[in-house]
């Protein structure tokens, strides 16, 4: 084929092109509300139960799809006075602040110390921190349950304080090795000669330039320290000390008769903060995790 | 303001040795550029004088006093870097004023230090911006700011205009060369860019393979570079490297570079160079010492076909073959000139360097750095 | 080191230069690895105090017996290996972790692909709406599709009574209870997928499709020729990654079905967990939770080879 009789063919593929692409462009959109259905169905239904009474759930004849016709705070109501969600919700917030004080406290001066100032062996304790992260709660609450129960923490939230940094650490440092090597080593250097010392360097130069890698670290111990559920289960049996996860699932889905409207009330309280901090910082925190997988 | 001493330093890297031994004397206020191909060790000898890299045997020595076993910030040194290391979190005045803060310097003192360096750089403007919010150029200045409020008694270049276009590269090496005679503060500079080498230095000390081939003022470099590196490095379009043979015609010496082409030594040269007469050699010639012929100069006249024809504006750069080698002329654009076309050329042999193959070093000549009439400075 | 003699009229001896370096060199390495190993410290005892020792006293664990009085050797492993509940725990424990991270990375992918279609503008809000499962705490969003599949009261069966289908018994009958698990699983993890291959897609240069479009490619031929080598690392390692955090899954069984209907449902973390804190047998539960050691250290063996290959490639 020559390039004269290619001309006018490609001119008759732009039309095609444009059409096709349109064709592209609205599948997509298809296929995409679709999967988005799926992906916010539980929620939405969720939020559809948790404004019902009761009698209104239990009426079979109306959908159970659509929102209330008479929309009840009585959920609400008595999830926040005659059970013990207030308690959970306080020690939840409780033991997550502190472990994830605690988690940025340890995991940023030793991604510092693996990631930057390359000491002998912190390559291989690098790649060790990162394996000990795909080490599950699952395998670890058995022996961790004898241990907590050894130091006298059982049935104390405080148990949760020591036990959730396993779940943090590690990945928090993976997340802060990464940001922190990105960083130019002329920076430090410059830092060293303008006379600073490993600390100041760290306060002063590196944690504020790997902040957007702070705050993805930060969301993410955050995250995990909300949703824990396997050690609460394990460790945690009485209601003062439990906490939102293990305790709307023990108490409040307890008997014969579920009271649908007010567990649904629970967990969607109990979801809202994670995803009000996912609303406001989701790209710092996307940032942080896929910064691996764009840099493969 | 100190002298920098350098007393056989060597720096190695596991099993390669980076720095093979450098002695080096850098005077109060001198400004001294390092110079070579990468690789040669320049950078590495500007980190161990920063304190950035340990030395491996030698020593260093900054105003009189050792400070091998001193940490970067008790050298009293600053560093300008190829990539500038600005703080980006930090404000101009922030990035100048950061190691006078770690220093707890006088608040009243740091702004007037601050705004000293900013008024010499005129970046008076810029003081409250981010570094990202700067131009090449802008962050540059910014960069040589931050080591001028720390008075320190070295400046340190690494590469500083690597990173900047070509325009830009000849405005702040001018820039610099400004600073420097204000400041006056000692400082050795590091660059791979002959051009740079020559325009700013005091005196310049050419490396090759971690040693240190030549050091010299620009102009002693230009015209008696002691080894053939030094000669090919310094130059651009390099000089040309001819084999010969040094041959004796009815008592005056010539260069034979090939069947019946023999360019007459100079008489002053004789003395220098009659032990090697006889012997196999290599001609150095400057492509700039090689042009056409001229009524008013003198010289050594012969006649060549070209090769390439590459014209540059103010002048024409062309290739022809002597024996198998090319070589290299600068003409003026008036020449008519086409491949293949036979044209006659005139070499000045004033500037000629023989150079023995054997030690690959120019055959000394003593005064050989006097400057010649026609000797053209190196284009930028 | 006397500082008296002006050391520049002494020539060292070779034997004094190496002397004299040793000692600045050791202080220095010193000072600086001390601190970073300072820095390190408290990092290394979370590790090894709460993850290291741990698993290893698990294993220790496993060969006692059930009051922890007396070392059993391989009593429990025995012991288990008899019991027709491991094999079905095993069995079901393969087939939740394969099928779910499988379909995770299929419907990762695809919704990856439908993401970047559309025009850069909308593609945030999308990847955000998208991305919820992902968000809520997985016990508290299982509690929701617990509900959306009630035995009396399902959602779904109200919808297909609409229709006049079949009333589908979903936690109460062995398959369905098992596809549930799957569905509940696919529906938290493939988010994670869809933002790991979403970055990965973009990080493919776009050069490479316009050179791909000059020589004749189609847009299947792309995918399969760029895309899909270009991002063969992201998939790996994030597939390899689910499949352990869906193989150490809890929260899921639990609340769905509690390993029910008659164990059928159970995994490793559950059932360990029934048998361990439910029954009091820690020994036997550990012993049922080490069974994923060998697939996870499997995982994490290859995983870590990605993640090596990275490290180089950067």
């Known amino acids: 084929m020559n390039a004269a009789a290619e001309l006018p063919q490609r001119r008759l593929f732009g039309g095609s092109l444009r059409r096709n692409r349109r064709w592209a462009l609205a599948a997509s959109y298809f296929f995409l509300v679709l999967f988005a259905i799926f992906f916010l169905i539980p929620p939405y239904y969720q939020l559809v139960t948790a404004t019902k009474s009761s009698a209104e759930i239990s009426n079979q004849t109306t959908d159970p799809w659509l929102p209330s016709f008479a929309p009840t705070s009585e959920n609400i109501e008595e999830l926040w006075n005659k059970t013990d969600f207030p308690i959970y919700l306080r020690n939840t917030a409780l033991v997550t602040l502190c472990v994830v004080a605690i988690t940025m406290t340890i995991a940023v001066p030793a991604a510092f110390s693996l990631g930057r100032m390359k000491f002998w062996g912190s390559g291989i304790l690098a790649t060790g921190v990162f394996l000990t992260y795909l080490v599950p709660d699952s395998l670890l609450f058995l022996p961790l349950f004898k241990i907590v129960g050894s130091l006298g923490l059982l049935n104390s939230y405080w148990a949760l304080v020591l036990v959730y940094p396993t779940l943090t650490v590690p990945f928090c440092t993976w997340i802060m090795i990464g940001y922190f090597q990105s960083i130019p080593k002329e920076l430090d250097e410059a830092a060293l000669i303008d006379g600073a010392s490993h600390l100041q360097m760290l306060s002063k130069i590196f944690i504020p330039v790997a902040l957007p890698g702070l705050i993805a670290a930060t969301i993410f111990a955050f995250t995990v320290c909300w949703a824990a559920f396997v050690y609460p289960m394990a460790f945690i049996f009485s209601s003062d000390q439990q906490v939102l996860t293990a305790g709307t699932i023990t108490t409040l889905v307890k008997g014969d008769v579920y009271q649908w409207g007010m567990i649904m009330t629970a967990a969607l309280i109990g979801a809202a903060p994670p995803l009000v901090v996912y609303a406001f910082l989701m790209d710092y925190y996307i940032a942080g995790l896929t910064s691996g997988a764009t840099k493969g | ?380 | 080191m006397s500082e008296t003699i002006p050391r520049r009229l002494v020539t060292p001896t070779p034997a004094e230069t190496s002397g004299a370096l040793k000692g600045s060199l050791y202080r220095l390495s010193r000072r600086r690895s001390t601190t970073a190993f300072l820095f390190a410290l408290p990092l290394l005892s979370v590790v090894g105090g709460l993850i290291v020792y741990p698993a290893l006293y698990a294993i220790y664990l496993s060969l006692l017996n059930r009051t922890q009085t007396k070392f059993i050797g391989f009593g429990n492993y025995a012991f288990l290996f008899t019991r027709d509940t491991f094999w079905a725990v095993v069995e079901q424990s393969c087939i939740f972790a394969l099928t779910a991270v499988i379909l995770k990375a299929l419907v990762g992918i695809v919704t990856a692909h439908l993401v970047n279609n559309l025009p850069a503008k909308g593609q945030r809000k999308w990847r955000g709406m998208l991305l919820i499962p992902w968000v809520i705490p997985l016990s508290l969003s299982t509690l929701g599709w617990f509900w959306l599949l009630d035995p009396t009261y399902s959602a779904f069966n109200w919808l297909f009574a609409q229709i006049a289908g079949p009333r589908i018994p979903w936690l109460s009958e062995p398959n369905w209870a098992r596809f549930c698990t799957i569905l509940v699983n696919v529906w938290y993890g493939a988010p994670f997928f869809l933002i790991m291959y979403l970055a990965a897609l973009k990080s493919v240069p776009e050069q490479l499709y316009e050179a791909a479009a000059i020589d004749g490619a189609s847009a299947w031929q792309k995918f399969l020729h760029i895309t899909l080598p270009m991002m063969r690392n992201v998939i790996a390692i994030t597939v390899l990654f689910s499949l352990i955090v869906t193989f150490a899954n809890y929260d899921i069984v639990r609340v769905l079905t509690s390993g029910g209907p008659r164990n059928t449902t159970h995994i490793f973390a559950t059932w360990a967990f029934q048998l361990g804190i439910a029954s009091g047998d820690i020994p036997l539960g550990a012993s049922v939770s080490l069974f994923m050691f060998p697939i996870l250290g499997v995982s994490a063996i290859f995983i870590l080879r990605g993640v090596r290959r990275r490290g180089r490639e950067v």
Not at chain 2, 78 to 103: C, D, I, W
Not at chain 2, 118 to 146: F, H, K, N
Not at chain 2, 178 to 187: A, I, M, P, S, W
Not at chain 2, 239 to 253: D, H, K, Q, S, Y
């Open chain 2, 1 to 380: 303001m100190a002298q920098v001493t350098l007393n056989k330093v060597v720096k190695k890297f596991d099993q390669t040795e980076a720095v093979r031994g450098i002695d080096l004397d850098i005077a109060d206020q001198e400004f001294v550029v390092l110079v070579g191909p990468s690789g040669c060790g320049k950078s590495t000898t500007l980190r161990m004088i920063a304190g950035l890299e340990e030395t491996t045997a030698g020593e260093i020595m900054i105003g009189g006093q050792i400070v091998n076993d001193l940490p970067p910030k008790d050298r009293d040194i600053a560093m300008v870097f190829q990539n500038y290391a600005l703080y980006p979190h930090m404000t101009v005045f922030e990035n100048m004023s950061f190691g006078l803060r770690l220093k707890k310097f006088p608040k009243a003192e740091i702004k007037q230090r601050v705004e000293r360096a900013a008024r010499i750089l005129d970046i008076t403007e810029l003081l409250e911006r981010r570094p990202r919010q700067l131009s090449g150029g802008q962050r540059q200045r910014v960069a040589m700011g931050r080591a001028i409020v720390r008075n320190p008694k070295v400046f340190l270049f690494d590469e500083p205009l690597s990173n900047l276009d070509a325009k830009l590269r000849v405005q702040m090496r001018t820039e610099i060369k400004k600073v420097h005679q204000q400041v006056r503060t000692t400082t050795v500079y590091v660059t791979h860019d002959q051009v740079e080498a020559m325009t700013l230095a005091d005196r310049v000390v050419v490396m090759n393979g971690g040693r240190i081939e030549q050091i010299g003022t620009p102009h002693e470099l230009y015209h008696a570079p002691k080894t053939r590196f030094v000669a090919g490095f310094i130059g651009s379009p390099t000089m040309n490297f001819i084999p010969c043979r040094l041959v004796e015609v009815t008592g005056a010496l010539g260069v034979q570079l090939a069947e019946g082409l023999t360019l007459p030594v100079p008489s002053e040269r004789d003395p220098a160079y009659r032990p090697y007469a006889g012997r196999a050699l290599v001609l150095g010639i400057r492509p700039e010492h090689i042009t056409e012929t001229r009524a008013y100069a003198a010289g050594a006249e012969f006649a060549m076909s070209v090769d390439v024809v590459e014209p540059m504006g103010m002048e024409t750069i062309v290739y022809f073959m002597v024996d198998g080698t090319e070589v290299c002329a600068r003409v003026t654009p008036e020449a008519a000139l086409a491949p293949g076309k036979r044209m006659r050329f005139l070499a000045d042999m004033r500037h000629m360097h023989l150079i023995d193959p054997q030690s690959e070093r120019v055959i000394d000549v003593p005064g050989a750095t006097r400057v010649h009439g026609t000797a053209r400075v190196p284009a930028a």
